[in-house]
């Protein structure tokens, strides 16, 4: 037998063959399915527009915030975090980063929450 890693196996298979299903079917599949917040991770990256700026706490904070308050998000746990401007060439990774700390305080949201 074949494991997958699909969360929500039902409806990714009716999706697949059937592209034109109805939000409202594909939330029913969604629903039969026991939530579980470690099945679905989501990181959410934005980056800061000025050259050489940091991560500004206000924003981050706002960005979380009006996160937190959207009801039309796919069940899962998120990370939100905002990034500098800058890139450090030897890693590839931003210089400074600021937001949800994983498996502290992210997200969580569940269907229709």
């Known amino acids: ?67 937190k308050n959207l009801n039309e998000v796919a069940p899962g746990s998120y990370g939100i975090f905002i990034e500098s401007n800058d890139i450090l060439k030897r890693t590839g990774a931003a210089k400074s980063d600021a937001g949800t700390t994983p498996g502290k305080n992210e997200i969580i949201k569940k269907l229709g929450k």
């Open 1 to 67: 037998m074949v494991q997958s890693n699909i969360s929500f196996p039902e409806a990714y298979k009716e999706f697949m063959n059937n592209h034109n299903v109805s939000k409202m079917e594909l939330r029913k599949l969604i629903k039969k399915r026991p939530f579980n917040k470690n099945n679905v991770d989501v990181g959410i990256i934005f980056y800061m527009a000025e050259k050489h700026a940091t991560p500004d706490k206000k924003i981050v904070e706002e960005i979380i915030a009006q996160f």
